[in-house]
């Protein structure tokens, strides 16, 4: 087994099969969110999304809990919290929209192929100093760029 494959397993909880699709859908869809104005969305995230967001996406997309805390920045003990309370606060609402948005934007250039996603954002990228789009995306200028990246990819500019 390659190093790459063990690391992407390392990152996955649940292996997901190979050509897992997806159907696009709302802002959120991968949280089970469901608003469909943005000034619906702002109200959730103001109100801190409920802790079943986060496992939305974990079960979406087959990354860890932990893996998906890390890129929000939210230490275990925190995330023990949350769970308890059933609710996320809402700084870390808007990273968890922000990681979701582009886990659908990576499952869309993927053309709805799930498992070919999680590889592309768990695996280091040249365009972003060798670093996964996950982990690129700890900050909004970070995300902002995976989302360039992403763009250029849909329009055929390799970088």
């Given at each position: 087994?390659s190093?790459?494959?063990?690391?992407?397993?390392?990152?996955?909880e649940?292996?997901?099969?190979?050509?897992?699709?997806?159907?696009?859908?709302t802002?959120?869809?991968?949280?089970?969110l469901?608003?469909?104005?943005?000034?619906?969305?702002?109200?959730?995230?103001?109100?801190?999304?409920?802790?079943?967001?986060l496992?939305?996406?974990?079960?979406?997309?087959?990354l860890t809990?932990?893996s998906?805390?890390?890129?929000?920045?939210?230490?275990?003990?925190?995330?023990?919290?949350?769970k308890?309370?059933?609710?996320?606060?809402?700084?870390?609402?808007?990273?968890?929209?922000r990681?979701?948005?582009?886990?659908?934007?990576?499952?869309?250039?993927?053309?709805?192929?799930?498992?070919?996603?999680?590889?592309?954002?768990?695996?280091?990228?040249?365009?972003?100093?060798?670093q996964?789009?996950?982990a690129?995306?700890?900050?909004?200028?970070?995300?902002?760029?995976?989302?360039?990246?992403?763009?250029?990819?849909?329009?055929?500019?390799?970088?």
């Open positions: 087994m190093t790459h494959t063990s690391a992407v397993n390392a990152l996955v649940n292996p997901i099969p190979r050509r897992r699709q997806m159907q696009g859908g802002r959120g869809a991968s949280l089970g469901t608003a469909t104005q943005t000034v619906d969305l702002v109200r959730q995230i103001e109100a801190g999304l409920p802790y079943k967001a496992l939305s996406l974990v079960a979406v997309s087959g809990v932990a998906i805390a890390s890129t929000l920045g939210i230490p275990e003990r925190t995330l023990a919290r949350r308890v309370a059933g609710r996320l606060a809402p700084n870390e609402s808007e990273r968890l929209l990681v979701s948005a582009l886990f659908e934007k990576a499952v869309e250039l993927f053309e709805g192929d799930v498992a070919s996603a999680v590889t592309w954002l768990t695996s280091p990228k040249r365009a972003l100093g060798r996964t789009p996950l690129f995306s700890r900050t909004e200028p970070g995300a902002r760029e995976v989302e360039d990246l992403i763009g250029r990819l849909e329009d055929g500019v390799f970088s």
